[in-house]
């Protein structure tokens, strides 16, 4: 199963594109934000193009993302080494910290847009912003309509962080069932010579 995460774990890099966008609905040239764990774009009127924190975050994650598949890689298939487990935990550790990396880069896009517009975008959906917003096209546009998407990637992280997890527990349940049956004194005194 932990191979199988690594798959999936492999379709979440920089180039599965982003995982939580806002577009003008009515307009493509009102704004559009990108963001996913490895950089965020904004192209808007008034914004910066990304924080100061996006560039060594992404690359940072993108490193930890790499040496996970890795590491789960080789570990599945070398499954009764001593690090195999370790591997595991990390690629876990990693998926995780790929989540952390995606808030905070969200959280700098909101705080970009409250900043600029006074307004937060919906996080999912259609909704109006209750503002006057100058489009790409230096147009005024009193309250747009943006629409607001989570991508596949985003959702596609939670089933790899769910794949190494069950393989984790199947695992441990499994060696749980090797080690019941030797308990007590006959446990000190046996060793597998299989």
């Known amino acids: 199963m932990a191979l ?4 999936v774990a492999l379709f979440l890099g920089p180039a599965s594109g982003p995982w939580w ?4 609905t009515e307009t493509s040239k009102l704004l559009s ?7 965020l774009q904004a192209d808007a009127t008034g914004l910066s193009t990304s924080t100061f924190f996006s560039a060594p975050l992404g690359s940072f994650t993108n490193l930890l993302l790499v040496l996970s598949l890795i590491a789960l890689g080789t570990s599945s298939l070398h499954l009764g080494t001593w690090w195999s487990r370790l591997a595991v935990y990390f690629s876990l550790c990693s998926l995780s ?4 990396s995606f808030l905070l880069m969200y959280h700098g896009a909101l705080t970009i847009l ?5 307004i937060l975008p919906p996080y999912s959906g259609t909704s109006r912003l209750l503002a006057n917003v100058v489009g790409l096209d230096l147009n005024n546009h009193p309250n747009p309509l943006v629409t607001a998407s989570f991508g596949l990637p985003f959702y596609l992280g939670f089933l790899g962080i769910g ?4 393989s984790l527990i199947v695992n441990d349940i499994s060696g749980k069932r090797e080690t019941h ?3 007590g004194v006959g446990a000190i005194f046996t060793t ?3």
């Open 4 to 7: 199988l995460g690594a798959v």
């Open 21 to 24: 966008t806002v577009t003008g």
């Open 33 to 39: 934000i990108q963001v996913s764990p490895f950089y």
């Open 97 to 100: 910290e790929l989540y952390l």
């Open 114 to 118: 409250l900043g600029a517009y006074d």
């Open 163 to 166: 794949l190494i997890a069950t």
């Open 181 to 183: 049956e030797k308990r």
């Open 192 to 194: 597998d010579s299989e």
